[in-house]
């Protein structure tokens, strides 16, 4: 059990900070007007597991904080991703 903790662990952290980074490398190129990154590649990555790096990139960065469905989709989201974790754990221990 504790090596699939382990394991899922490491994932969302890779997968955070490769949100993290997603929104910063996308608004550098938006800056300089440059190839951008998809926003369904910044959505996917938010599905992945990645939504609370993609915040916190959002914000960071003050990136796509303009558009409703980022600001209203990526913490929704994440608050699905946490309803699913409650509702495993819950199946889990009972």
């Known amino acids: 059990m504790e090596g699939v903790i382990l394991v899922l662990s490491t994932y969302l952290i890779i997968m955070n900070i490769a949100g993290f980074v997603m929104m910063g490398i996308d608004k550098r190129r938006a800056v300089r007007h440059e190839w951008r990154i998809s926003e369904a590649a910044l959505f996917m990555t938010a599905v992945l597991g990645g939504g609370i790096g993609c915040i916190f990139g959002m914000y960071t960065f003050r990136h796509k904080t303009k558009h409703w469905y980022f600001v209203v989709g990526m913490p929704t989201i994440v608050l699905v991703h946490i309803a699913l974790a409650?509702?495993?754990?819950?199946?889990?221990l009972t």
């Open 86 to 92: 409650v509702a495993v754990l819950y199946y889990i």
